[in-house]
């Protein structure tokens, strides 16, 4: 990875270097940092004469060989101090932020997701979420439909908070930036999806959409949920999250095996975010505060929690595990009680 003196190079530097990384077979890549911009070396990297070539030049700061398998992920990364943005929020700063919303938008009933987005927006969530198109286990569940996303444009013009969408294709992805979505989610069964990974990251480069990251399902080790990440931010966007959101197999009683003990791991290898998902987690809404509360235990930055303002009357995992406003708000207050000298004030 080659870091410049400057803040970013000027076009005829970035020219000279992606001709010495041309001999080599080798390409630069550009990646747009919140402070500066990091230039990652894509092809054979390990080439002792172009490390030298490129370190000599003037305006070149460092050139860091970093062993990992997620050189831009690492703390040691040039990215190391970049802030990742949702809407205007900065992530980590005033944290927990919180992402909140139902499972499964009706497209039958935009009412309400716009009440329960006003609710929400009251008992004090950051950013709100809600399923669009859905990734269902069962192939005769409801998939989705294109009217969800006009409902959810809705209610960020209605209440002015950022918005959470997952994205499983290309068709998705495309109507998703063209809409401006601030987050897009990657959701578990994508987590591994590198070609998916690669377009998004390619597509949603030098757009303010930020990416959340789930952890893949079958416990993904986290080496493999970074390595995951590093898709995103080496195609070209460093805005990403992780997601750890339980693993299967599950604990007995639990919908899954629940994961937030891993946060202080991925903060102390990476330097991005990680925003824990206790609803899938422990997939019941009995369980969720508790959940949240270990997750900001364990020092998460954020938190994605179903939520909707009459869950029984919801579709997806709505039902079972979405927690209304009134619990929200709660919830939020407890997170930031237990650590007051963490969070700000509520
Ligand atoms: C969701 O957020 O509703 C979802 C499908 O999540 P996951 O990918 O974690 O199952
Ligand atoms: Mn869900």
Request: glycine share 8%; net charge negative.
């Amino acid at each position: 990875m080659i870091i410049p003196k400057a803040d970013r190079l000027q076009p005829n530097e970035l020219k000279e270097i992606e001709e010495i990384a041309k001999d080599f077979d080798c390409s630069i890549l550009e990646i747009h940092g919140r402070n500066r911009c990091v230039y990652a070396i894509l092809g054979d990297e390990n080439h002792a004469v172009m490390f030298k070539r490129i370190a000599g030049l003037p305006y070149i700061g460092k050139v860091a060989m970093i062993e990992s398998s997620y050189k831009l992920m690492d703390r040691q990364s040039g990215l190391s101090d970049h802030v990742v943005r949702m809407g205007e929020t900065e992530v980590g700063m005033e944290a927990p932020f919180v992402i909140g919303g139902p499972c499964t938008i009706d497209p039958a009933n935009p009412s309400l997701y716009l009440e329960t987005a006003h609710a929400l927006k009251e008992a004090g969530v950051d950013a709100l979420r809600g399923g669009v198109w859905k990734p269902r286990t069962n192939p005769y569940s409801y998939q989705g439909d294109n009217k969800a996303l006009e409902i959810i444009l809705q209610a960020r013009e209605e209440t002015g908070l950022p918005i959470d969408v997952e994205v499983m294709d290309a068709e998705h992805l495309k109507l998703a930036l063209e809409a401006k979505v601030d987050v897009l989610q990657v959701g578990t069964r994508n987590a591994l999806n590198y070609s998916l990974l690669k377009q998004i990251g390619r597509e949603s480069a030098e757009t303010n959409s930020a990416v959340l990251l789930k952890r893949g399902r079958h416990m993904a080790s986290p080496g493999e949920f970074i390595a995951a990440a590093e898709y995103l931010v080496a195609a070209g966007n460093p805005d990403v999250m992780l997601c750890p959101r339980g693993t299967t197999p599950a604990l007995d009683g639990y919908r899954n095996h629940p994961d937030e003990s891993i946060t202080p791991l991925l903060k102390n290898r990476t330097w991005a975010p990680v925003v824990v998902d206790p609803s899938h987690s422990v997939g019941h809404s009995d369980y969720v505060l508790a959940c949240a509360l270990s997750a900001v235990a364990y020092g998460a930055d954020g938190l994605c929690i179903e939520s909707h303002v009459e869950p029984q009357r919801g579709i997806g995992d709505d039902p079972k595990q979405a927690i209304n406003p009134e619990k929200m708000r709660e919830l939020i207050k407890a997170c930031r009680a237990a650590f007051p000298n963490r969070y700000r004030p509520v």
